[in-house]
């Protein structure tokens, strides 16, 4: 009756493909920047965007407005410094490094 089932364990095609993120880590990183830049009234809200290359953090000065920035993080970037990335508003990479909290602390907020 049973003859035809079969066991399988840890097949490769059934496993699903983890979805990429911010890291626990970065996004502290990140949300620390951010309180700080509100309490400052520079910025008052942000979004996420989420591709299968990248992840971004958008800063917005206000709800009704683009963003004003956006740190990206690439999932597969073609050098090691394009993995953060702090762009404009029309995508042009202002800064960039392989590490997060360098770029982070390496950037003038109130003068870019």
Request: proline share 1%; hydrophobic share 35%; aromatic share 12%.
């Amino acid at each position: 009756m049973y003859n035809n089932l079969k066991l399988v364990i840890n097949n490769s095609k059934n496993k699903i493909e983890e979805r990429q993120f911010f890291e626990k880590d970065e996004l502290k990183i990140i949300l620390d920047l951010y309180a700080k830049m509100v309490s400052d009234g520079s910025w008052k809200d942000y979004g996420l965007n989420i591709s299968s290359k990248q992840v971004s953090f958008s800063i917005f000065r206000n709800a009704a407005e683009n963003a004003l920035y956006k740190i990206c993080k690439n999932f597969k970037p073609k050098n090691k410094n394009l993995k953060y990335l702090i762009t404009d508003v029309n995508g042009k990479i202002i800064k960039n490094s392989y590490d997060l909290k360098i770029l982070i602390k390496n950037t003038n907020w109130k003068k870019l």
